[in-house]
């Protein structure tokens, strides 16, 4: 080696090594590059799942955006075959659980657990639909995701136990390209997204977030309560995002670290809470929901003693009315059947001669309840049935009193004596009599009905003694005393028709009466002038012609024996019966 070599290598020797080392690995790299691309599909496999995700999660919604923003008719077209279906399967889903649920509504209506329910919705101010929703709906949470809003990778999953993994990276682009179509094609201001569809089985609600969105696959019917559970824990997830102010990688990278993420979002816990949610009631609704069980309380037991009483009272009204029965003379109680206080059967025996039995049902006081009446005819032997059946066969005329007791019948008083002839013998065959006591005085109707028509002559006849016709001079009468006239008219005739009807001989006597002036013989003509004048007056008021051309024309008395002018009749009855 020459010295110039030499000298190169002492001045140079250290930047030739570190260039030698340099274009070394300049041509290692340009292999690596060559290579890169054969190796990177089993490098992206090796990689961690969470660190890649977390770093292609910018890059990957950036493409993503643009790609939609300039391909947006062809992603439209792709789409298309896989939204109209899913749409119409949603729409009619929501119509068969509308229906199911309307139909658990009618069952449930009126039953004892539906009026239980309508309690619970008017104690709590729900509607009667949500109380029968919280009561009947079924559901599970099987798969939740969270999903970055912009990029649209999975930065964590949870699912219930004993399921089968969903791919949740082909999930999350799907629901991210359906939620940014609806927001670019469907939407109108660019701010509404998609909130439910029905994915086989399961329904798929999602929740959106300004950064985060949380998609959750449910199977049956959950409340609107759970909505308000996610989109609280979707909260919560999104300030512990705001907590790492520094990058947003670090942010995600903080909640997916986060230790109460997998509790936070577990189907169970969710489930759990939106029950607790549903069933929370606030102190003081639970305070005024305890006087509605209390009223539906006190109003039931006021029908409970309300319906005892009517029953006791009911039950006291059946019993008073049937001792009044088998005391019912002619009447034989058979049964008194009463299935409620709306039917009453009464069956028995009852007398043609006995009382009837409906005065005693409406004294009963049954509630207007009309005892059905199956009533067989018999013969009674009470007392009391039988004077009534014996005065009716016996015809007892006025005078005639009919008794019985113990079973003897007993008559006495006083009657014709072709009735006591004809009735003695009968009265021993009425039914029921063992014995006749029989004390009737019988007598000719004929002897009282002339001592009757005797006492009414002498009546009359006294009656007439009184009236007097007075004379203001020799035949001429005064007005008032004219005017007695009549009353003496009709008093004889009543006499001569009671004396033709008995047979008893009256005479009548017509007197004239002067006063102590003039002589004898003047007096004496007056009189029998006032005495033929009254004859004539009396004919003219239709006294019969028989009883007064019978008449004893009498001078009467005067002086002394007189002390008026005028005239009078009297009649004179004969003595002894004819």
């Given at each position: 080696m020459g010295d110039l070599e030499r000298l190169k290598h002492l001045l140079i020797a250290d930047e030739r090594e570190v260039l030698s080392r340099v274009e070394r690995r300049v041509e290692a790299l340009e292999r690596v590059n060559v290579e890169l691309a054969s190796q990177l599909p089993s490098l992206v496999r090796a990689a961690p799942v969470e660190p890649m995700n977390r770093a292609l999660a910018n890059p990957v919604a950036a493409a993503l955006g643009s790609a939609v923003q300039r391909n947006r008719t062809s992603i439209v077209d792709a789409l298309f075959p896989v939204i109209g279906p899913i749409i119409r399967k949603a729409i009619a889903e929501a119509l068969r659980g509308l229906m199911r649920d309307m139909n658990r509504v009618l069952e449930s209506t009126f039953t004892?657990?539906?009026?239980?329910?309508?309690?619970?919705?008017?104690?709590?101010?729900?509607?009667?639909?949500?109380?029968?929703?919280?009561?009947?709906?079924?559901?599970?949470?099987?798969?939740?995701?969270?999903?970055?809003?912009?990029?649209?990778?999975?930065?964590?999953?949870?699912?219930?136990?004993?399921?089968?993994?969903?791919?949740?990276?082909?999930?999350?682009?799907?629901l991210t390209a359906i939620g940014q179509f609806v927001?670019?094609?469907?939407?109108?201001?660019?701010?509404?997204?998609?909130?439910?569809?029905?994915?086989?089985?399961?329904?798929l609600w999602i929740v959106e977030g300004p950064r985060a969105s949380l998609a959750c696959f449910i199977q049956g019917v959950p409340p609107d309560e759970?909505?308000?559970?996610?989109?609280?824990?979707?909260?919560?997830?999104?300030?512990?995002?705001?907590?790492?102010?520094?990058?947003?990688?670090?942010a995600m990278e903080a909640v997916a670290r986060s230790a109460d993420l997998d509790a936070s979002l577990d189907p169970m816990s969710l489930v759990a809470a939106s029950a607790s949610m549903v069933e929370q009631e606030s102190p003081a609704r639970k305070r005024s929901a305890r006087w509605p069980w209390l009223l539906v309380l006190l109003v039931l037991l006021a029908v409970l003693g309300w319906h005892y009483l009517r029953v006791h009272r009911w039950n006291g009204q059946v019993l008073q009315l049937r001792t009044q029965l088998e005391k019912h003379p002619g009447f034989q109680l058979s049964a008194l059947e009463s299935e409620s206080w709306e039917k009453l059967t009464i069956r028995g025996l009852l007398d043609a001669d006995a009382e009837p039995l409906a005065p005693l049902l409406d004294a009963a006081g049954l509630d207007g309840v009309k005892p059905e009446l199956q009533i067989r005819g018999f013969v009674s032997t009470d007392d009391v049935v039988l004077a009534k059946r014996a005065r009716?066969?016996?015809?007892?005329?006025?005078?005639?009193?009919?008794?019985?007791?113990?079973?003897?019948?007993?008559?006495?008083?006083?009657?014709?004596?072709?009735?006591?002839?004809?009735?003695?013998?009968?009265?021993?065959?009425?039914?029921?009599v063992q014995r006749v006591?029989?004390?009737v005085r019988g007598h000719d109707p004929r002897t009282a009905a002339r001592a009757a028509a005797?006492?009414?002559?002498?009546?009359?006849?006294?009656?007439?003694?009184?009236?007097?016709?007075?004379?203001?001079?020799?035949?001429e009468a005064d007005a008032e005393s004219a005017a007695s006239l009549g009353a003496m008219a009709s008093a004889l005739s009543r006499a001569q028709v009671l004396a033709v009807e008995s047979g008893i001989p009256i005479t009548l006597h017509v007197f004239g009466y002067t006063d102590t002036p003039g002589t004898e013989q003047i007096n004496l003509d007056l009189r029998v002038a006032r005495a033929a004048?009254?004859?004539?007056?009396?004919?003219?008021?239709?006294?019969?012609e028989k009883l007064l051309g019978g008449a004893v024309m009498d001078s009467g008395a005067s002086g002394k024996d007189s002390v008026f002018r005028?005239?009078?009749v009297r009649i004179e009855i004969a003595d002894g019966t004819p």
């Open positions: 004892p657990r539906g009026i239980r329910w309508r309690i619970e919705a008017w104690s709590s101010g729900l509607p009667y639909a949500h109380v029968v929703l919280k009561h009947t709906l079924r559901y599970q949470i099987d798969h939740v995701f969270l999903i970055e809003r912009d990029s649209g990778l999975v930065l964590h999953r949870v699912s219930g136990p004993g399921l089968p993994e969903l791919d949740a990276d082909a999930i999350a682009g799907m927001r670019d094609s469907v939407s109108r201001d660019g701010d509404e997204s998609l909130e439910a569809a029905r994915v086989g089985e399961h329904l759970l909505r308000s559970v996610l989109s609280d824990r979707l909260e919560q997830i999104h300030a512990d995002m705001l907590g790492a102010e520094a990058d947003p990688e670090d009716r066969m016996l015809d007892a005329p006025h005078g005639v009193q009919v008794e019985v007791k113990d079973g003897v019948l007993r008559v006495l008083g006083d009657a014709e004596q072709e009735w006591a002839t004809r009735e003695q013998p009968r009265a021993s065959l009425i039914a029921g006591d029989w004390q005797r006492a009414e002559l002498q009546e009359i006849s006294a009656r007439l003694d009184k009236t007097r016709v007075i004379f203001l001079r020799d035949s004048w009254l004859r004539d007056k009396l004919r003219e008021n239709g006294v019969d005028g005239a009078g």
